[in-house]
T-cell receptor, first 109, second 113 residues
Framework: GQNIDQPTEMTATEGAIVQINCTYQ??????LFWYQQHAGEAPTFLSY????GLEEKGRFSSFLSRSKGYSYLLLKELQMKDSASYLC??????????FGPGTRLSVLP | DTGVSQNPRHKITKRGQNVTFRCDPI?????LYWYRQTLGQGPEFLTY????????KSRLLSDRFSAERPKGSFSTLEIQRTEQGDSAMYLC???????????FGPGTRLLVL
């Protein structure tokens, strides 16, 4: 089975940096996805980490530690449009079926 | 380039009625997934197809739920004898192969009265 844990809610200020953590326990693991989901919309792909370490993609970076079952999503220079839910999803060798509960981020002016 | 489409976008039905949703994946995507999502929760896996074969079905899925992908292209999800607890957003996603990211459709929001 799989167990995924994320904070339920986070609040940050426009222009700040925020780190959203995800811990997971899975029976098989190949990598980890992060998705963004705005209220009332479908999830959209942000990143996919296979190797340990930090991968940077513009204002968003994602980190993975396979040995610790831990990942985080780092958002820099926060903008109001970053207010959304952020979902982590371990990839069980292509069977990316289980999503975390999501972290609802509110960016305040 | 058309993304994943779902129809209808919204459905209101009375308890006990049957409903059917359709998903058209991105063309040439072999994998198609169905999820259910309730407010404040992540998507919950229901079932997935590799081409026309239904390879896995969640244990959470009661026998009132059935899905098909007859020609390996579009898929339908049917819920029989709907219950108020079925009210949720039903999301469809597709991916080209194993270990590829999933592209989600806009979802069908179901309300059972």
């Amino acid at each position: 089975g799989q167990n995924i844990d994320q904070p339920t809610e986070m609040t940050a200020t426009e222009g700040a940096i925020v780190q959203i953590n995800c811990t997971y326990q899975t029976s098989g693991f190949n990598g980890l996805f992060w998705y963004q989901q705005h209220a009332g919309e479908a999830p959209t792909f942000l990143s996919y980490n296979v190797l340990d370490g930090l991968e940077e993609k513009g204002r968003f970076s994602s980190f993975l530690s396979r040995s610790k079952g831990y990942s985080y999503l780092l958002l820099k220079e926060l903008q109001m449009k970053d207010s959304a839910s952020y979902l982590c999803a371990p990839d069980n060798y292509g069977q990316n079926f289980v999503f975390g509960p999501g972290t609802r981020l509110s960016v305040l002016p | 380039d058309t993304g994943v489409s779902q129809n209808p976008r919204h459905k209101i039905t009375k308890r006990g009625q049957n409903v059917t949703f359709r998903c058209d994946p991105i063309s040439e995507h072999n994998r198609l997934y169905w999820y259910r999502q309730t407010l404040g929760q992540g998507p919950e896996f229901l079932t997935y197809f590799q081409n026309e074969a239904q390879l896995e079905k969640s244990r959470l899925l009661s026998d009132r739920f059935s899905a098909e992908r007859p020609k390996g292209s579009f898929s339908t999800l049917e819920i029989q004898r709907t219950e108020q607890g079925d009210s949720a957003m039903y999301l469809c996603a597709s991916s080209p192969t194993v270990q590829e990211t999933q592209y989600f459709g806009p979802g069908t929001r179901l309300l059972v009265l």
